[in-house]
């Protein structure tokens, strides 16, 4: 019918997923720190993507976070940006529509990004190819592993600005995040 814009077909195979992060855009990392910090969170230490961009991620017992996310090279981004990567596309016209502070997008959980991919194609909503990559983690007091994830995105054309993918955690890093998950404002 009319008002729901044809969007039907695609809700009746939504599945449901758990909340992983939401995209935080910030023009400088040391200040969106400052200002978590100061709201009584504990702030990881930054992790620089391959593609450009790091983030210094607020993590919650619940096993979701908040993702500050800034451009640390400019040059990889756009490389990134020029080899389709979707990401790196998606935070750069958020960056220059709407400004380099605010909330750009959501991710959930998945056991299953290629399954998600083929069905975002197949519902019409994929906003383009499947990202994999790795990242260092680090904890509070230094302990290093390697995180690495696999991302398939969907996308509005009403909605150029905001991005939703879903989240595969190829490798979860074995370190205790205790100390990252623990907050003076009690959260």
Request: neutral net charge; contains cysteine.
């Amino acid at each position: 019918g009319g008002a729901n814009c044809g969007t039907s077909r695609r809700m009746e195979s939504v599945t449901q997923r758990a909340l992983d992060h939401v995209v935080l855009p910030t023009r400088d990392l040391k200040v969106a720190r400052s200002r978590l910090e100061r709201l009584g969170f504990t702030v990881a230490p930054q992790a620089k993507h391959p593609l450009g961009t790091q983030n210094a991620c607020v993590y919650f017992p619940d096993r979701t976070h908040l993702e500050p996310l800034a451009v640390y090279d400019q040059d990889k981004e756009v490389a990134a940006f020029h080899a389709g990567n979707v990401f790196a596309k998606r935070d750069w016209a958020y960056r220059y529509r709407r400004g380099e502070e605010g909330f750009s997008g959501i991710a959930f959980k998945t056991d299953d990004a290629d399954a998600d991919d083929a069905r975002m194609r197949a519902n019409g909503v994929s906003a383009g190819d499947l990202l994999e990559f790795s990242r260092d983690f680090v904890t509070a007091d230094g302990a290093k592993d390697k995180a690495s994830f696999r991302l398939a995105f969907a996308s509005d054309p009403r909605a150029p600005d905001f991005l939703l993918f879903t989240c595969q955690r190829l490798n979860a890093p074995t370190v205790d995040r205790s100390a990252l998950q623990t907050h003076l404002n009690g959260v």
